[in-house]
Nanobody, 128 residues
Framework: QSQLEESGGGLVQYGESLRLSCGAS????????VGWFRQAPGEERAWVSCINSGGYNMNYADSVKGRFTMSRDNAKNTVYLQMDNLKPEDTAVYYC?????????????????????WGQGTQVTVSS
């Protein structure tokens, strides 16, 4: 069974950092572009970032650009989201998702429908 699993969420204070991890089982995550999405209470799920299969091309939403960094360790079949200088508005459930292609694509890669595999989400809460 192919699945993704996020970890690393938690409660932090304004300005602190967290690193989320996304691991895969049942399919070769290394071959695919991976994205992060988040859903705040009462809001729709929103795209955050994407990394291509090679780990050298990343795209970010304007709201997190300069504060969040995606990376991947293909030897571990794991993708990371380093979140620095966290703000209360970053509070959300964070989901990782994998496409079945290697590239992110500036437009298509921001759309939920472009992703075939999803994790269950991990809660990130930032207090002020």
């Amino acid at each position: 069974q192919s699945q993704l699993e996020e970890s690393g969420g938690g409660l932090v204070q304004y300005g602190e950092s967290l690193r989320l991890s996304c691991g895969a089982s049942g399919f070769p995550l290394n071959d695919y572009a991976v994205g992060w999405f988040r859903q705040a209470p009462g809001e729709e799920r929103a795209w955050v970032s994407c990394i291509n299969s090679g780990g050298y091309n990343m795209n970010y939403a304007d709201s997190v650009k300069g504060r969040f960094t995606m990376s991947r360790d293909n030897a571990k079949n794991t993708v990371y989201l380093q979140m620095d200088n966290l703000k209360p508005e970053d509070t959300a459930v964070y989901y990782c998702a994998a496409r079945t292609v290697s590239s992110c694509s500036l437009v298509r890669g921001t759309q939920e429908s472009a992703y075939a595999f999803w994790g269950q989400g991990t809660q990130v809460t930032v207090s002020s």
